[in-house]
């Protein structure tokens, strides 16, 4: 069965500092996995995506994430953060055809980031 | 290209009422889910659409139900309205044949039920 976990609800940075967002997932074939943005008010931005190719993946906006399978992990990385990275992001698992719908979702880590 | 989108953006009704929300997607994509994002369950999926017909459904009681049309537009309906149905309802579309189904989000239908 397909999960993912993200490991804190809400996490708080100044403007400048890194931005380290954690996921773990559970998946019984290889994953795609997904990190998805959510600004107030708005739907969900697809910031980058894991496909079974580089490890490393580079998003929009300056974040990247990497896989690592021995740690079933996908953190979401970004060296300095930004006023505007301010949001809500969900940590995202490929689940093709199972009940749940073709994508599990986090229950979401609020990044607020201080001046 | 255009993204998607979906009508109206926010809607007030009243305790049974029916409603529906409609979903445009991205220009060549047939596949459309459907979301429904509440602050305590976060977000939950509704159903899914290929080519007009329901290919995956959530688990969610029969007042909510869904269709498609050739054009792959999509509408959802609620009939029989609950305070608890107030939620953002999100439709995402995707390309289906790809490796990864990455899905494409509208910017939601913001439902209030009074």
């Known amino acids: 069965a397909q999960s993912v976990t993200q490991l804190d609800s809400h996490v708080s940075v100044s403007e400048g500092t890194p931005v380290l967002l954690r996921c773990n997932y559970s998946?019984?074939?290889?994953?795609?996995l997904f990190w998805y943005v959510q600004h107030p008010n708005k739907g969900l931005q697809l910031l980058l995506k894991?496909?079974?190719?580089?490890?490393l993946v580079k998003g929009i906006n300056g974040f990247e994430a990497e896989f690592k399978k021995s740690e079933t992990s996908f953190h979401l990385t970004k060296p300095s953060a930004h006023m505007s990275d301010a949001a809500e992001y969900f940590c995202?698992?490929?689940?093709?055809?199972?009940?749940?719908?073709?994508?599990?979702f986090g229950k979401g880590t609020k990044l607020s980031v201080k001046p | 290209k255009a993204g998607v989108t979906q009508t109206p953006r926010y809607l007030i009704k009243t305790r049974g009422q029916q409603v529906t929300l409609s979903c445009s997607p991205i220009?060549?994509?047939?596949?459309v889910s459907w979301y429904q994002q509440t602050p305590g369950q976060g977000l939950q999926f509704l159903f899914e659409?290929?080519?007009?017909?329901?290919?995956n459904k959530g688990n969610f009681p029969g007042r909510f139900s869904g269709r498609q049309f050739s054009n792959s537009r999509s509408e959802m309906n609620v009939s029989t309205l609950e305070l608890g149905d107030s939620a953002l309802y999100l439709c995402?579309?995707?390309?289906?044949?790809?490796?990864?189904?990455?899905?494409?989000f509208g910017p939601g239908t913001r439902l209030t039920v009074t």
């Open positions: 995402a579309s995707s390309l289906v044949g790809t490796q990864t189904y990455e899905q494409y």
């Open positions: 894991y496909t079974s190719a580089a490890t």
């Open positions: 995202v698992v490929s689940n093709y055809g199972g009940s749940q719908g073709n994508l599990i």
């Open positions: 220009s060549g994509h047939r596949s």
């Open positions: 659409y290929f080519s007009e017909t329901q290919r």
């Open positions: 998946s019984s074939y290889s994953p795609s």
